[in-house]
């Protein structure tokens, strides 16, 4: 399975973003993607995951990021508005699948300036 993210960059406080993720591979058995991220030097932390149970959010994140899956084309995207610089870090995708197993992107960064 490789992944690919795409979309960080520098925004202003208050702005958008738009991260997308794209697998390829033996994505079949991938059942879960999501997004964590990394702001050294804190820990890598969960940020927002979507399988057939649903969605959910880490809770600094609640109501300002939402995570979304287009299936058709193997792609998880998302969307973060009302950034504020302690959204900055590099944002990893994740995919995993139905033995346990994870996999991750390279990772993309997001500079959030105030």
């Known amino acids: 399975v490789q992944l690919v993210e795409s979309g960080g960059g520098l925004v202003q406080a208050g702005g958008s973003l738009r991260l997308s993720c794209a697998a390829s591979g033996s994505i079949q058995s991938i059942n879960s993607m999501g997004w964590h991220r990394q702001a050294p030097p804190k820990l890598r932390e969960f940020v927002a995951g979507?399988?057939?149970?649903?969605?959910n959010y880490a809770g600094s994140v609640k109501g300002r990021f939402t995570i979304t899956r287009d299936n058709a084309k193997n792609t998880v995207y998302l969307q973060m508005n009302s950034l504020n610089a302690e959204d900055t870090g590099v944002y990893y995708c994740?995919?995993?699948?139905?033995?346990?197993?994870?996999?991750w992107g390279q990772g993309t960064q997001v500079t959030v300036s105030s």
């Open positions: 994740y995919g995993r699948n139905t033995l346990g197993s994870t996999y």
């Open positions: 979507i399988s057939s149970a649903g969605m």
